[in-house]
């Protein structure tokens, strides 16, 4: 390209010296550049669009997958739901058992108090009006110390007895 520059500047020199520009010398004209045989280009790939029309039951398929999110969806949230309810029930719950227990410590502790041996005393003179024991009406009293306790046999029948008997022979001879 630098030479063909360099030939159009020659002959615009020489025409506007010239003055006769349209008629000028040729020797100066411009030549085209004598073009190397160049590699062809690569193909362009045509880029075409295909237009493929919707295929059969597609927007039914939209509609099934997304009606089955959702309802995955709200099965996540009413789980959320119902677990949090069940938490609060059983904090609930727990609140109640620990009220219980405290209410059940206490009615302990003051049934303790009510059953002082000074309070039974005081229950059984003023109310049942019993007295204390003085030490001449006490009465010792002597029990067995045998630790071996018997119980006397009972009279059994006639035929009772026999039958006894007649089981204890049988037994002696068959061993």
Do not use: C
Request: hydrophobic share 35%; glycine share 4%; proline share 5%.
């Amino acid at each position: 390209m630098a030479a063909d520059n360099s030939a159009y500047k020659k002959y615009n020199e020489h025409s506007s010296s010239n003055g006769n520009a349209a008629y000028g010398n040729y020797k100066y004209y411009h030549r085209p550049a004598e073009r190397k045989p160049a590699e062809k280009p690569a193909p362009v790939p045509e880029i075409t669009m295909k237009l493929t029309p919707p295929k059969r039951g597609s927007v039914f398929k939209v509609l099934l997958v997304s009606t089955i999110g959702l309802l995955v969806l709200f099965s996540v949230i009413y789980g959320r739901v119902e677990r949090d309810k069940m938490y609060r029930y059983i904090s609930n719950a727990n609140a109640h058992y620990e009220s219980v227990r405290s209410e059940n410590v206490r009615l302990q502790s003051e049934l303790e108090s009510k059953m002082t041996l000074k309070n039974i005393e005081e229950y059984a003179v003023s109310i049942l009006g019993l007295q204390k024991l003085d030490n001449s009406q006490i009465e010792y009293v002597q029990t067995q110390t045998d630790d071996v306790v018997e119980i006397p046999e009972e009279e059994k029948n006639i035929f009772v007895k026999i039958k006894d008997k007649f089981d204890g022979f049988v037994e002696y001879i068959f061993g």
